[in-house]
């Protein structure tokens, strides 16, 4: 045993040696994102190339307004949102433009203001305590969280890197000393905690600091953001790559956070490549920082905005700083793959580096229109394994018309993940059909609790009532315990992807005790020119009976229902007192008196009616968000509410796309439901099995095997008269033959 941990202390130590003698070559500034030959060449080429002649001028429209104001650094003390909060944010930005044009010109003036403000801070940093509106856990300095400190840091160190060198030895002593060292000591030591959290947090923590380091030139800096605090690997840069994202790339906290983690994952990647190339970051795990780029554009609706996985704020979408840094440096990096390059004209800017320039010089001597970014049917693991669940994106049709599916059976998301296994959304021509709340949070507003997230994200947003997934006895998943959440994930239970029948199910048996969970969602195209349908069904399976709640929280303007329903137009009450649902207003009750019951909505163009299977005991509600909010924090959000009780249940689900609605020439057509009924034909542990039968006589025949879901295995039923074979763990039947 002494001789095996002698061995690996000998192994890190020769690693640490061999990368300091590499970290010690050339030391010519700047060096970790741009060069002065970067810097020659894009000044060379700014008429050549639109873009990077667009990028430069406003970058410089930047700086040259900074060098005409009064420069000020004040002693912080507002949240986010608050003049002295956005008054750093932009003095960092204002830095690192003035940074960057005076590579790319060589005009002085520029270097001169990022030195000026430098020293100022350098006087400042040293004199501060923990920022005002800092929580107890991890306070911040110069901003209220420490999480905006290292954003400082991180663009900052660009700054001063292109400015090095100008700088006098006296000058740079002051900066060091004064301004990044307290402020590296600060995220290292009191913010330990976030500097080795494996999160977004400590990813910009890390880049931050290793950042520094490559710039001031101190190693152990580097070697600290590399393996973390200990420097033993189990926390630090390559940690927080390798432990974030699955081997396909798909990014644990969701799309949302896999935006805002890019950015410090590339650009400090990007500083070591260039320094350290030895490490050969952009080659770990298998290009794992390709897939991710990869996974995360995937990740987004054909107007770029990012789904709403976990906490989201619904405005981010590709054309975010974030993704300009990512998409640019994957593309140099990464066999320049013209997929990209429609996304960057998009964006309409790019870096300021060889990365950029690369980019710009691809788009202007591309032959050809540039091909769109090619959304697909894909599906991510979750977990470092890839043995955490994961997400399913199911798709048909061409850019202008895109249907997806998104099914969610992923791991919890740490301290940003919702109780929401097997949640499922609907997009349709880049229109949210059945939509996820995202997170309540006014970004940088300070009157909405100084832009932090509201209390309302946990109390409503996270909880499973404001997902499109099954609510149990009015309680969230897993108790809303986000510990005992984050060691459970569902599993894939089987899925088959492209053609005009895609399917994926997944189960759950630990988001409540005792009960089980089976979800299974189909996207079916069964005409070239109609639009496809999507089948849900839901087997809910427990020894005790239940209260069961299936929301579909839709966008769009309620047309119709099936069935009678009693609407509380004077007053209203909370459908509940807890668990979120204290936040939503029951604005109306219903029963059908068939077995199927309909609601009927009008979104964008087109009309969708939801059916579903119902018996005399089913309930359906109206819902609406806003109820228990004083303070108006959540948007108000419409919903309608499937509710059985019982020991098994079934939720057999049709949401189907019909007609055209256009307001301009008043016209109207096919806002009916072609759906007349859906019956359940069994529901057991074996199988289970619907029909669907359309007003015109077709009947659809959807049968799902429960226990074995080999795709060789073969199944033999007869139900209600009927027998069916098949093999594989579903079929899908149109009038008795395989759908084809």
Sequence with gaps: MMNRLLFKTFIIAHILCCYGAVYAQGNQHPLIFISKSDGSLINKNLSEYPLLNTSYEEAKKIADKALTEKMDVPVPKDPAGGYTHERHTNNYKEMYNAGLVYTITGDKKYADFVIKMLLIYAELIPTLKNHPESKPRSPGKLFWQPLNDANWIVYSAVAYDCVYDYASADERKKITDGAFRPMCDFITTENHYMFNLIHNHGVWACAAVGMTGLVIGDNNLVQEALYGSDKD???????????????????????????YALLPFYLFAEALQNKMPQLKIFERRNQILKKAVYAALQQTNTNGAFFPVNDDIKDKSYMTPEMVFAIDIAFAEYGQDADLLSIVTKQKKVLLNSSGLKVAEAIKNYKGALPEFPYKSVEYTDGPAGKQGGITLLRTGDDKNLTTVLFKYASHGLSHGHYDELNMLLYDDGNEILQDYGSARFLNVEQKDGGRYLPENKSFAEQTIAHNTLTVDETSQFGENEEIASEYHSDKWFSSLGGKVQVVSAKDSNAYKGIKLQRTLFLIKKEKNQKPICIDVIKVSSPKEHQYDLPFWYKGQFIAASFKYNAFT????????????QYIWNEAEGKSDNNTGALTILNGNSYYTITTTADAATQFNFLRTGASDPNFNLRSETG??????????????????????????????????????????????????????????EEWTVLVANANNRMDSKHTLDVQGSSFSWNGPYTVLTNGKTFK
């Design 233 to 259: 690997g189990k926390s630090g840069f390559i940690a927080q790559l390798d432990k974030l994202f699955s081997p396909d790339g798909y990014y644990t906290e969701g799309p949302y956070y896999t935006r």
């Design 570 to 581: 004077e007053t209203q009450k909370p459908l509940g007192n807890k668990n979120g649902y």
């Design 640 to 697: 309608f509410l499937i509710r059985k009780n019982g020991k098994e249940q079934l939720f057999a689900c049709v949401i189907e796309p019909h007609g055209v609605f256009n307001g301009v020439t008043e016209i109207s057509s096919g806002s009916q439901s072609s759906i007349n009924e859906i019956k359940t034909l069994i529901n057991n542990d074996e199988y289970t099995g619907i029909k669907i039968i359309f007003k015109n006589k």
